[in-house]
């Protein structure tokens, strides 16, 4: 199946081999994936932070880290904070899920290597187990303009996605932390992605069993807000 690595904004092919999934980018086969245990539920979306357990070793067995025994590693989907190897298996990972992670060196560390641990062209081995995903909540006033909106925008995308399946109260949790990086911003295209993020809460909110003892007043005030961004941009 094809699935968007929006952190390099490319497009991968998974193809099974056996128990072994291969990930193919650009015709050049670089992350294979090996099930060691199947896992439950979807598959992590990008801004959701991902609890794992890592054990990380060159392909000859050297350990290079482990956070076995230890606390969980955490990172965020999208922000480039791991090597893209370990970010592509993980995607492709199911909580509870146990697999093997092979990387060719362009997926690891590359020429430059890691460290004394990690040599130049070093082929990368993980064994991950995906314990748990997080919606990731930051602090929005520390993110910078124009960085909010992208954020916000994103955060609505995937609210969307969840919306068009019918989960209703995951895209409100999403509509909502997109309103979090742009409510008091100001200018054009902010004000139509504030309205638009509006529109869509306020249709979730509609849709919602689990929102169903809101009063009216209060959905009215989400439909308000749409009408005065609006009136604003008039």
Not at 61 to 89: A, D, Y
Not at 128 to 140: D, F, G, P, R
Not at 141 to 146: I, R, S
């Amino acid at each position: 199946f094809f699935f968007n690595d929006t952190a390099t904004t490319e497009i991968y092919t998974e193809q099974i081999v056996g128990s072994v999934r291969c990930v193919q980018e650009t015709g050049t086969w670089g992350v294979k994936k090996e099930i060691l245990k199947e896992g439950i539920g979807e598959l992590p979306q990008d801004g959701q932070q991902v609890h794992i357990h890592v054990f990380a070793k060159l392909e000859d067995g050297t350990v290079i880290s482990s956070s076995v025994n230890e606390n969980p590693f955490k990172f965020v989907l999208g922000r480039n904070e791991v090597t893209r190897g370990l970010e592509i298996g993980v995607r492709s990972m199911k909580v509870g899920e146990n697999a093997i992670i092979y990387c060719e060196p362009q997926y690891g560390y590359g020429q430059k290597g890691f460290g004394k641990k990690v040599p130049s062209n070093a082929k990368l081995v993980y064994d991950i187990v995906l314990l748990a995903t997080k919606i990731y909540e930051e602090n929005h006033w520390e993110v910078q303009d124009p960085k909010r909106r992208e954020l916000s925008s994103s955060l609505r995308v995937q609210g969307n996605e969840y919306f068009k399946k019918g989960e209703f109260e995951n895209a409100i949790k999403y509509y909502q932390l997109a309103l979090n990086y742009i409510r008091y911003d100001c200018g054009p295209s902010i004000d139509n992605l504030v309205g638009q993020v509006y529109l869509n809460l306020s249709i979730a909110y509609f849709k919602s069993v689990s929102y169903t003892h809101l009063t009216l007043p209060t959905i009215y005030s989400v439909q308000i807000s749409v009408v005065a961004v609006s009136l604003k941009k008039k």
